[in-house]
């Protein structure tokens, strides 16, 4: 049997048959699941609203839903949008698909919090009767009818106190014009046609069969849950030092402290740290993930545990819990929060091994099973078995949250996710953000879409992504198009270019084109990026057969010396800063659901565009940049760009001003627009739009696509 989605009213009166009705007329109660208007397909909603949508503080959300009914007659919709506080905003939706019925409206969430929405629709009676007088008046056709008509939608809505005095006056006015039989008649369709009643009923539909959609929860976070840039690097690493001898002395808090001035500087704002817990000593893993060990090697700080203590402790070579408490402030006072790596797994030497081996898989000959993905094996890392005491292992894991909350921590980077259960990730994140709002969960799950975006759904906040493995411009469309519309009422992507792990044959071969190329990709196409620390380096050489550096950081330390590439002009680092300079100056950017990709006649151009309008913006003024980028790093191109230039606010026809934000070299474009682009110079333009007139353009630039200007590092656009 159907059960109730959506309620019906009838000029105030709910059409629901009582069981006496349904009694008397020897038929079962049967409540139709379809509205008197029909209203299918509302969004955004996630799995039919099993979830809530997300969304973070001021982001521009898309609403709406498909409506339509029977016959001929207009329908309309409108938004009714409840704020955290209980506050209930109506905007008016129009239609996106001409014969799809499919309505739509922007609206921006300016407050994190718990919102609300529905979609309301209705039969449009004044439209219905435009669409009819406009056609039939002049036609000579049921004129007197069709003011009839009229006088009664006008005289409804004068007498509709909701509405303001003057509005009601208005339409009472116009009731008496329109039913003057002695004024000529295209004066009355005149009257009854004019903006000012055009203006009031879109913001007041005169209407009847009002249909409500059930409400649906729409989850706002804070700001930095959508938007961030991020920076990872491994404490140990910094002030590093190895001795004549061979042997190490680790960094510290204190001397990685030294770099938080330089990562704040490139504009990164969130500092994620592999784990710095104690590390195993059994089975412990050498370089290159060797089995061989020297005395000093490091190990991996995925393998969790030792005799100095587990997840709720620091390793004693960074300096303990006080040095960690003092970094974090030393962080925040640079602009930066500190993530830090949550990952559910222990080493041999964990003392859960001892206290509670129930929480790992004892195999039939006795042993503890270690981690493995075959061929790969990691001996060093017991996985945790979350069946033999859920309960234990929950209440452990909100423990260590917790601890570390209360030490400063707001951002968790959550190591193979997609290996434990989703109940428990559902469960842990729900309740660690009903104590604690503004919690922000990483899922570092490179896995099937499927459970990828289930991970999303049940509370993580953003995730890791497929990008390092779309590199060809079919693939990026195909992946930006689907991250920033197909997914985004619950998947958030964090934009990684590179891991510790992972260094694809792209930034293999590719050299310093290939790293500027995904950098500026990573950086406009989705709002939350990251980096590894090395890439500003160029850091391009993989162990033999794989995808990970040689000689790396997760088995041993690895300082480096940033000042003398940069000296050198050899370090990405001022590339990268300026890229996170246009993110800040740029709202457009800092948007997930406003990408449109756009046509190159070259397959190694990949082009699209990011636009917020205007009464989305704290300046009040609307913002577009337009990206266009050689994704072969071994390639000088030439081609044609070809533009809709109505997604990113100009109108069709019209030719205006771009600068590239890069160069700053500015050209004249339209629709269509000839560039070249050297991989060996600059392989990406990042155009900013203008919108306003520009009072330095020279009098005799061409107002017509057409005209070629030659930069300063030899590329050349129309």
């Not at 006015?173 to 003057?180: F, I, K, P, R, W």
């Not at 913001?203 to 989850?219: C, G, K, R, V």
Request: charged content about 20%.
């Amino acid at each position: 049997m159907a059960k109730t989605v959506a309620k019906t009213t009838v000029k105030g009166t709910t059409i629901k048959q009582s069981k006496a009705e349904a009694a008397a007329t020897g038929a079962e109660e049967f409540i139709p699941a379809i509205g008197r208007i029909p209203i299918v397909d509302v969004f955004p909603s996630v799995s039919a609203g099993r979830w809530p949508a997300k969304a973070y503080a001021g982001e521009v959300v898309p609403f709406g839903a498909t409506v339509f009914r029977e016959g001929h007659d207009a329908v309309g919709a409108r938004l009714e949008l409840r704020d955290p506080a209980g506050v209930v905003s109506s905007f008016g939706l129009r239609m996106i698909g001409v014969g799809l019925d499919r309505y739509q409206t922007l609206a921006q969430l300016p407050t994190e919090g718990a919102w609300q929405f529905r979609i309301r629709a209705f039969s449009d009676d004044y439209e219905t009767w435009h669409h009819n007088a406009t056609i039939k008046v002049p036609a000579g056709i049921d004129v007197e009818l069709m003011f009839q008509i009229a006088g009664e939608l006008f005289t409804r809505a004068g007498a509709d106190s909701a509405r303001p005095t003057a509005e009601r006056t208005l339409f009472l006015d116009l009731a008496a014009t329109v039913l003057d039989s002695t004024a000529p008649a295209a004066d009355r369709l005149a009257a009854g046609t004019s903006p000012a009643v055009v203006a009031a009923v879109e913001a007041s539909p005169i209407a009847s069969l009002d249909t409500y959609s059930e409400w649906l929860a729409l989850n706002v976070e804070r700001q930095r849950a959508g938007f961030g840039s991020w920076y990872e690097f491994f404490p140990r690493s910094l002030g590093a030092s190895k001795a004549d001898d061979g042997t190490w002395t680790s960094g510290t808090f204190r001397t990685a402290a030294a770099r938080l001035p330089e990562v704040a500087a490139m504009g990164f704002d969130v500092l994620y740290l592999p784990p710095i817990h104690p590390i195993g000593e059994a089975f412990r893993k050498g370089p290159n993930n060797s089995l061989t060990v020297e005395p000093g090697d490091p190990g991996s700080p995925w393998a969790i545990g030792g005799t100095a203590g587990g997840h709720d402790a620091v390793h004693p070579d960074l300096g303990g819990m006080a040095a960690f408490k003092i970094f974090v402030e030393a962080a925040n006072k640079a602009g930066l929060e500190v993530a830090l790596d949550f990952a559910l797994q222990a080493s041999p030497d964990h003392p859960w091994v001892e206290e509670h081996p129930e929480w790992f898989t004892t195999l039939p000959d006795g042993s503890i099973a270690y981690a493995e993905n075959p061929p790969k094996k990691y001996q060093d890392i017991y996985p945790i078995n979350f069946d033999n005491d859920p309960s234990g292992i929950r209440a452990e894991a909100l423990r260590i949250i917790r601890f570390w909350i209360a030490a400063g921590v707001k951002i968790f980077r959550v190591d193979n996710p997609h290996t434990k259960p989703l109940d428990f990730w559902e469960w842990l994140i729900g309740t660690v953000n009903a104590e604690t709002p503004g919690i922000i969960w990483l899922a570092e799950a490179f896995t099937r879409p499927a459970l990828m975006q289930t991970l999303a759904k049940v509370g993580f906040t953003q995730s890791y992504t497929y990008f390092t493995w779309r590199n060809t411009k079919e693939e990026l469309e195909e992946f930006l198009d689907g991250l920033s519309h197909e997914t985004a009422a619950f998947f958030r992507p964090n934009l990684f270019v590179n891991t510790p792990d992972i260094l694809h044959a792209y930034l293999q071969f590719g050299g310093r084109p290939a790293y500027k190329v995904r950098a500026a990709i990573a950086a406009t196409g989705a709002p939350t990026w990251g980096v590894y620390s090395g890439y500003e380096l160029v850091e391009n050489v993989a162990r033999p057969g794989s995808e990970e550096n040689i000689d790396n950081e997760k088995y041993e330390y690895r300082p480096r010396d940033f000042a003398a590439a940069e000296a050198s002009g050899l370090s990405l680092a001022p590339y990268i800063t300026r890229l996170n300079q246009i993110r800040n100056e740029h709202p457009a950017l800092a948007q997930l659901r406003n990408l449109d990709i756009h046509a190159a006649d070259d397959d190694s151009i990949l082009v699209f565009s990011k636009y917020i309008a205007g009464e989305y913006t704290a300046s009040g003024r609307p913002d577009g940049i337009l990206v266009v980028a050689n994704v072969d790093p071994h390639s000088v191109r030439e081609t044609t760009v070809r533009l809709d230039v109505s997604k990113f606010g100009i109108e069709p026809g019209s030719t205006f001003r771009v600068t590239d934000q890069i160069t700053g070299d500015s050209w004249i474009w339209g629709a269509d627009n000839y560039v070249r682009l050297n991989a060996f110079a600059e392989p990406v333009h990042i155009f900013s739009v203008h919108y306003e007139p520009d009072p330095s353009a020279e009098p005799d630039v061409p107002a017509t696509p057409g005209t070629t200007t030659v930069s300063s590092d030899g590329t050349d656009s129309l």
